[in-house]
Antibody, heavy 122, light 111 residues
Framework: QVQLVESGGGVVQPGGSLRLSCAASGFTFSGYGMHWVRQAPGKGLEWVALIRYNGNDKYYADSVKGRFTISRDNSKNTLYLQINSLRGEDTAVYYC???????????????WGLGTLVTVSS | QSVLTQPPSVSGAPGQRITISCTGSSSNIGAGYDVHWYEQLPGTAPKLLIYENSNRPSGVPDRFSGSKSGTSASLAITGLQAEDEGDYYCQSYDSSLSNWVFGGGTKLTVL
């Protein structure tokens, strides 16, 4: 069965950096676009970034553009999110999710990990 | 302020039917982009509930159904059960923002 396991979260000071990882298993990782979605405490879901199946195309929400970098290693079945210049508003649970192509040529989020919590605090 | 608008809360008694609306605009739902729905039970990760407006993934009971018309979509739950309590989110794609977008979420309470 599909498993997505995020790691790398923790408490970091404003302006600091973290690298999140998402280990995938149970499906052909190299065949899927992968997303990061975050959820601030008590708030709704916010899409963060997408990387296409081959790593060639990457897309970001305006709120993280220039500070976050999504990447993947298909040989290790692992997705990454490098997050720099952290701000208080980046405090959230970060989920990785598989991007399944829908009929409109967009994506929906078929499988989700359990998430990893990033807390930005001095 | 979310791009897709959902009611903050809905409630119903066990066995009843409820609906949750999701209102967008001409750059997302009205542009023909599909609507998808996710269920997030307390303390858990989101789970895909409805995809491509009205399709249920394997394992999702037929008590859950979705529809889309114009710039809006709806999720209906019949035969409400206590274990349906949680948050429900709609999601689509917005061509003006070039972003995947979510509704603000609707908290379902089973009375």
């Amino acid at each position: 069965q599909v498993q997505l396991v995020e790691s790398g979260g923790g408490v970091v000071q404003p302006g600091g950096s973290l690298r999140l990882s998402c280990a995938a298993s149970g499906f052909t990782f190299s065949g899927y676009g992968m997303h990061w979605v975050r959820q601030a405490p008590g708030k709704g879901l916010e899409w963060v970034a997408l990387i296409r199946y081959n790593g060639n195309d990457k897309y970001y929400a305006d709120s993280v553009k220039g500070r976050f970098t999504i990447s993947r290693d298909n040989s290790k079945n692992t997705l990454y999110l490098q997050i720099n210049s952290l701000r208080g508003e980046d405090t959230a649970v970060y989920y990785c999710a598989t991007g399944k192509k829908s009929g409109d040529n967009s994506h929906y989020f078929e499988f989700w990990g359990l998430g990893t919590l990033v807390t930005v605090s001095s | 302020q979310s791009v897709l608008t959902q009611p903050p809360s809905v409630s119903g008694a066990p066995g009843q039917r409820i609906t949750i609306s999701c209102t967008g605009s001409s750059s997302n739902i009205g542009a023909g982009y599909d609507v998808h729905w996710y269920e997030q039970l307390p303390g858990t990760a989101p789970k895909l509930l409805i995809y491509e407006n009205s399709n249920r993934p394997s394992g999702v009971p037929d008590r859950f159904s979705g529809s889309k018309s114009g710039t809006s979509a709806s999720l209906a739950i019949t035969g409400l059960q206590a274990e349906d309590e949680g948050d429900y989110y709609c999601q689509s794609y917005d061509s003006s923002l070039s972003n995947w977008v979510f509704g603000g979420g609707t908290k379902l309470t089973v009375l």
